[in-house]
């Protein structure tokens, strides 16, 4: 195709679908430009984006602050491995980690090999720490799990369609019901070789299950009475998305060294990804304190990108984005209004039967069977009214507008959604 002819949607669809591998099933919308809450298709439609790649754009698209960190880090100097230090690193790790509150981070990219990195640590502790014989060590997780893709991590998932064919599966591995107290009790007190429990505050893929009030504190207390880690997962829940700086800092909306509050849980190792960078960049990190982190020694783990100048000069501008502009508190307030406003329309209605969520991690549930497709059908609509949405596990549609997002956009988002179903009304 000439260089001076403009790519169409058509265009687009058609060179993924021929030349890129079939692992994801998008929307058929082609985007090019974001700013804030809005992105724009080649065809240059505005919509509301409602998904935030997933909870990573928390900060909105292309923020300037971080656009700006990554430009004037890209022109100095990108990447010099962990062999050499660099001038960007150290800063970067004193910042998270004050701004989280552990002694230590290990820097990677990907949320996957963050989450991977806290399994190998929390083996590795269990070893040589807790003194569970080699080999031997369960790490306890949750049905309905979602933490990546790796071999290892699709080894204790329940989707079938994440896990099938992709055996042999790794093992040491428990899992238990989600949100279940005494699951989690029978589970920890079975053996002496339980070394952690890797969970997430709030499940956002399986369709933002958000456990009972006190589910975490308790969980935390079960870890802490039998010497085994607690382990949260806030890849897609951290970073001010449920209305607080992380999903297991429960009602605190201060964002940065908080006050530890009576529902505040601190995790022996935190897992974060995603909107660490905004969206801009990859960047993912594992924090825990020097108890747990100095089981790790030279050569035993790393990452050639792990870390590098770029992804500290984005993470720390992401970071400060999210404390300057009071990302927590907004997604708390507006968050409020939008359960309050789709629960008014719901009683009423027969196409949705339930709103539910934490912040602006928010889920509909459609009235229609898991493997019907009315939920696609629900965003297909919403995407020819301006908003951007995707189903999740069938008839489950997640609302995770950028969290830059102001109230009157907010309603006009809540009219087009409640416009958007009452079309589906039976
Ligand atoms: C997205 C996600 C991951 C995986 O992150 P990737 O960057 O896609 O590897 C892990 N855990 C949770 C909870 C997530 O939402």
Known sequence: MSVLEKLTSADAITLE??????NYHPLPVVLNRGD??????????????FLSAYSAVNQGHCHPKIVGAMIEQAQTLTLTSRAFY??????????????FGFD????????????????KICRKWAYEKKGIPENEAQIIVCDGNFHGRTTTIISFSNDENARKNFGPYTAGFIKIAYDDLDALEKAITSSKNIAGFLVEPIQGEAGVYVPSEDYLAKAKALCEANNVLFIADEVQTGIARTGSLLAVCGNCTCENQCEKQSSYVTPDILILGKAVSGGVYPVS???????????IKPGQHGSTFGGNPVAAAVAMAALDVVSEEHLAQNARRLGKIFRAELAKYI???NVATLVRGKGLLNAVVINDTEDSDTAWNICMKLAENGLLAKPTHGNIIRFAPPLVMNEVQLLDCVAIIINTLKQFEK
Not at 288 to 295: C, D, E, F, L
């Open 17 to 22: 679908d021929k030349y890129g591998a079939h």
């Open 36 to 49: 804030g809450v809005y992105v724009w298709d080649v065809e240059g439609k505005k919509y509301y984006d």
């Open 86 to 99: 660099n001038d960007k690193l150290g800063v970067y790790e004193e910042y998270i980690t004050k701004y």
């Open 104 to 119: 230590k981070v290990l820097p990677m990219n990907t949320g996957a090999e963050a989450v991977e990195t806290a399994l």
């Open 285 to 295: 990190a594992v924090l825990a304190n020097n108890t747990i982190m100095n089981v």
């Open 347 to 349: 009683e009423t209605s």
